[in-house]
Nanobody, 111 residues
Framework: QVQLAESGGGLVQPGGSLRLSCAAS????????MYWVRQAPGKGLEWVSM???????TYADSVRGRFTMSRDNAKNTVYLEMNNLKPEDTGVYYC?????WGQGTQVTVSS
């Protein structure tokens, strides 16, 4: 049974930082691409970043230079380090792998 569990969200002031984690189980983690996707209030899903099995990473233009995605295959976990957060980064952040979704973690950027 595939399971993805995000954690690390919270309330942060503009310019602050958060680190999200996504723990995966139920599949051979190291052989799948992993994604971070977010949904702002009242808006659709927005792709944030992707890491390939070999470690190559791509980012949406809106987060490039501020967010860093990584994966630890030994821990079956992906991370999203978010710096210089802006109010427009507010939303629910989901990880996706093997076509499965986690429950999401809320990130709120507000003063």
């Amino acid at each position: 049974q595939v399971q993805l569990a995000e954690s690390g969200g919270g309330l942060v002031q503009p310019g602050g930082s958060l680190r999200l984690s996504c723990a995966a189980s139920g599949f051979t983690f190291g052989t799948y691409r992993m994604y971070w996707v977010r949904q702002a209030p009242g808006k659709g899903l927005e792709w944030v970043s992707m890491v390939r099995t070999g470690g190559y990473i791509t980012y949406a233009d809106s987060v490039r230079g501020r967010f860093t995605m990584s994966r630890d295959n030994a821990k079956n976990t992906v991370y999203l380090e978010m710096n210089n957060l802006k109010p427009e980064d507010t939303g629910v952040y989901y990880c996706n792998g093997r076509d499965h979704w986690g429950q999401g973690t809320q990130v709120t950027v507000s003063s």
